[in-house]
């Protein structure tokens, strides 16, 4: 099996190498013959050569087995792939002082061609081998060890997934010495051990009875009981570590996400300045008092910070008991009521978002003192910190906003934050624009 592995992994190493260069020998014949018959081939030959060669060393994770993975993860292996080389291209074409002596064209069609072709063979191959697997070729064949909810729902995933060629040969409940001896004798592919992660002294029995297996053995950590988030696997300090739940905005995810809300947050202000302009004006009218509301928020790793919002409440209003929600009693005047109802009293946060104090895109921020009251009563609560607070979100364009219930508005934020990416992110700032500003829960 391992060397059937290497096999395949080398066949579609050779056929990348083929594909990037065919598609670059496509692309160039098109471009000579359509618009520059003076292209120099031996030159753009070379080109196609190091960028190949460089492509596949950029995405060695992409030829390891994806047996039960996922297709969106493969097509972002090829496409973080290709974007690579591209930019590695462009540098030493800039360092290189040679980038008019390629065709910008060509260089394009180049890039989009080849990551539509590998997307492409990559799919192929990924449904034709699904469908074999379901037929009974290439299979894995693996015991379970263990009796707890975690072994049963791997059985149960196991079962309706025959597409994974993951098949369970026997199900080990009863950690009898003897038992696990004759486990370890049988011809097996891999071996799962479903325990609880608490229990080292069983873990170090079932191993020690173990060792003399030649199968592949996994620990499937009891993970369904818990509420995770970006889970995974790290190092430090030379120890590998289990994440349990951490933020996203970590290394490039971090860049991005700044990078975004600097440069839209900058376009956004300067589009929007007149507006603003107006409505502080109809502030001042409206009702005695400052233009700017400040207000105590709780942020990203539950730092305190001074959010800022056109005012549509009397100055003094909240100077007794603070209560949460009801803020459709709070505004005294039409404009007021106008300006929550269409949410552009919030307008003012792009100027946390320049400070880095929140982000265009994020969980909305509540008050320290409903803070510390929503943690106790609602579970994972505490979890939407985990990233910046922001404008709008996922919640928001999904109509929870306002006096809403907030164990769904903490479930949609918590889906945001598994499953950020810088599309996620236009995606909402795009609907917000229909869903997020005038809303039945908006007042």
Sequence with gaps: MAASLIINSYLIRIFDFVTINLVGFCTFFAIQYFKDPDLDLQRYASLMLLASLAYLFLTNRAYRSWRGGNLMALFGQVASGVLKTWILILIWLVFSKSTEMYSRLWLVSWATMSLFVLCGSRLFGYVLIRRYR???????????????????????????????????????????????????????????????????????????????????????????????????????????????????????????????????????????????????????????????????????????????????????????????????????????????????????????????????????????????????????YMKKHLVKAGITGWAQIHGWRGDTDLNARIEHDLYYIENWSLWLDLKIIFFTIFRGFVNKNAY
């Design 134 to 380: 379901s037929k009974g070729v290439n299979l894995r064949h693996i015991a379970i060890v263990g009796s707890g909810g975690t072994a049963d729902e791997i059985a149960r995933r196991i079962s309706e997934s025959p597409w994974s060629g993951y098949r369970v040969q026997l199900q080990l409940r009863d950690l009898d010495a003897s038992k696990l001896d004759e486990l370890a004798k049988q011809p097996l592919n891999e071996i799962w051990l479903a325990l609880p992660m608490g229990d080292g002294s069983q873990m170090r029995m079932v191993m020690e009875h173990l060792q003399m297996s030649t199968a592949t053995i996994r620990f499937v950590p009891d993970w369904f009981s818990f509420r995770l988030i970006n889970h995974g696997v790290s190092e430090v300090l030379g120890m590998q570590m289990i994440d349990l739940y951490g933020t996203p905005m970590t290394g490039m995810n971090l860049f991005l996400k700044s990078m975004e809300d600097f440069c839209l947050s900058i376009l956004i202000l300067i589009f929007i300045s007149p507006l603003m302009l107006i409505l502080a004006i109809g502030v001042k009218l409206s009702s005695p008092g400052p233009v700017f509301y400040r207000q105590e928020r709780v942020g990203w790793n539950g730092e305190v910070f001074e959010i800022y919002k056109f005012r549509t409440m009397p100055v003094d209003l909240e100077e007794g008991k603070v209560v949460w929600g009801g803020s459709a009693n709070k505004s005294v005047t039409p404009f007021s009521k106008w300006l929550r109802s269409t949410s552009l009293d919030e307008l003012p946060q792009f100027f946390n978002v320049l400070q880095g104090k929140m982000s265009i895109v994020g969980p909305r921020p509540e008050r320290p003192v409903f803070v510390e009251q929503f943690k106790k009563e609602i579970p994972d």
